[in-house]
């Protein structure tokens, strides 16, 4: 069965400090990985797209990287802007999202 | 402004009044879907559309009804909601469905009584 699995469920940083959120996938076929940032009651925002493992993408503090059974997303130096939840969704025959890593940056 | 549009942003309603919750893009994108999001279950898609043409059940599309009459709108239609059906719910739209990000609407805020 397709699953998506994203650690850890929730994320406490000071500002300044480094961190990973991972996103575990098992799918066949996968076509493409989704990086979104959702802020409280509004809709994801996409971040990334990586499509084959080996690949990696960056945006300012942000940096995605993909290989065969997990993708990471590294955030460098986070601000207190940075806090919000962030979805990986994979896509084959279909989409799937996980439920997100609830990220908190402590000014 | 390239966007998905969804209203209403907002709606109380009660058990078993016919409501519809409209979509519209205008990014000339072929894919559309509709999700919900509830706390601890994440993003469920309840319908998407390839194209114009093609309309399919997502994972979760009991009680739900969805029509693609143009390509810019994607109408969710709740017959007769019930309480279960009390959700965040999301619009998004892609240029295709294979490889292509997809972009969401603001969200519709449900509640059912």
């Known amino acids: 069965e397709d699953q998506v699995t994203q650690s850890p469920e929730a994320l406490r940083l000071q500002e300044g400090e480094s961190s990973s959120l991972n996103c575990s996938y098992t799918?066949?076929?996968?076509?493409?990985l989704f990086w979104y940032r959702q802020d409280p009651g509004k809709g994801p925002e996409f971040l990334f797209t990586l499509y084959s493992a080996g690949e990696e993408k960056e945006k300012e503090r942000l940096k995605a990287t993909l290989t065969k059974k997990e993708s990471f997303l590294h955030i460098t130096a986070p601000k207190p802007e940075d806090s919000a939840t962030y979805l990986c969704a994979v896509q084959a025959d279909k989409i799937i999202f996980g439920k997100g890593t609830r990220l908190h940056i402590l000014p | 402004e390239a966007q998905v549009t969804q209203n209403p942003r907002y709606l109380i309603t009660v058990t078993g009044k016919k409501l519809t919750v409209t979509c519209s893009q205008n990014?000339?994108?072929?894919?559309m879907s509709w999700y919900r999001q509830d706390p601890g279950l994440g993003l469920r898609q309840i319908y998407y559309s390839m194209n114009v043409e093609v309309t399919d059940k997502g994972d979760v599309p009991e009680g739900y009804k969805v029509s693609r009459k143009e390509k810019r709108n994607f109408p969710l239609i709740l017959e007769s909601p019930s309480p279960n059906q009390t959700s965040l719910y999301f619009c998004?739209?892609?240029?295709?469905?294979?490889?292509?990000?997809?972009?969401f609407g603001p969200g519709t805020r449900l509640t059912v009584t």
């Open positions: 990014m000339n994108h072929e894919y």
């Open positions: 998004a739209s892609s240029r295709q469905f294979y490889s292509y990000e997809q972009y």
């Open positions: 799918v066949s076929g996968l076509r493409g």
